[in-house]
């Protein structure tokens, strides 16, 4: 057993806590001052936009949008053969995803369903557009016709 002398101070330690959420330099300020006066070939000017853009991406949590509004309103107002519901029901299965914590899923089925979505709008369009051209293709020749 050691006896230590009442008259002794405990020996220097040094501790160093080192925290796990270190946020990375991300060199805004140097890439500006690059941008403004050494920006040789645009390189100041694209280090200044991977800069501000890891720092969004730090800041920012993952967003998948759902398009459930969308969805609702080619379901009610542009549902051509039924895409317009089948887009609200992929949407609602990614906002389940989403809810879930499964980010994956919801990307997948929001993909989906704004591919739905676009098809629904463009196809209800186009049915729009042709039946007015129709219309007046038949109204411009309705006196032709009764003769």
Known sequence: MVK???????APSTVVYINSDT???DYV???????????????GFIAYVYSVKSRDRKMVEVSVPDHVVWSL???LFMNFCCLGFIAYAYSVKSRDRKMVGDMTGAQAY???AKCL???SLVLSILMVIITIVTVVI??????????
């Open 117 to 119: 979505n676009i098809s």
């Open 110 to 112: 929001a993909s989906t």
């Open 23 to 25: 946020i990375q330099p």
């Open 138 to 147: 038949i109204a411009l020749n309705a006196p032709r016709l009764q003769t």
């Open 4 to 10: 230590e002398d009442p008259g002794s101070a405990p």
């Open 29 to 43: 300020a140097w890439s500006t001052f690059s941008t403004i006066f050494l920006n040789s070939c645009c390189l």
């Open 73 to 75: 309103f080619n379901t």
